[in-house]
């Protein structure tokens, strides 16, 4: 299958996180293993996007990696309960989602902290304006994940 662009660097980023890649034909390989079509010339434009290097691991090989942005670095615990304390008005749940309220215009900074920080347990969450919904993993449940986010909060 061929894959948009932004799909495609996706896909490159966690096959780049999952193996030791050391060329531009074993990662058109990968990509073929998982059913995706992508010459070397698109994998190579993708790795030139992404800002992808070639860093020397322990053995002496050079592998593809992302540097990390700031955008995806994780955010301390103790800026999550910060935001959560001063941010999160309600917490409320319902199987494995959890909502959350905030003031107007504040739902988007809750998200973003809580996709940044990775607690065990949340797959993601979508922000509107004053609500965001937290979606919990099966494995942990939203019961769960209320009762650590409302402690958090100081709720």
Do not use: C, F
Not at 20 to 35: E, K, R
Not at 52 to 61: L, Q, W, Y
Not at 126 to 146: F, H, N, W
Request: charged share 20%.
């Amino acid at each position: 299958m061929r894959l948009a662009k932004t799909q495609r660097q996706h896909r490159i980023a966690k096959l780049l996180q999952d193996h030791a890649v050391i060329s531009q034909g074993q990662l058109v390989d990968l990509l073929a293993d998982d059913g995706v079509v992508a010459t070397q010339a698109t994998v190579s434009r993708d790795l030139e996007d992404m800002g992808a290097v070639k860093v020397r691991v322990p053995g002496g090989d050079t592998v593809y990696a992302i540097p990390e942005l700031p955008k995806d670095q994780v955010a301390p615990e103790d800026h999550l309960r910060r935001v959560m304390g001063e941010w999160v008005v309600e917490v409320a749940q319902s199987h494995n989602l959890v909502v959350l309220r905030t003031p107007p215009g504040s739902a988007h900074v809750v998200a973003s902290a809580l996709d940044r920080t990775g607690i065990d347990g949340v797959l993601g969450t979508v922000a509107g304006d004053d609500t965001l919904i937290v979606v919990a993993s099966e494995r942990v449940g939203g019961p769960q994940v209320a009762r650590q986010l409302s402690a958090l909060a100081g709720l």
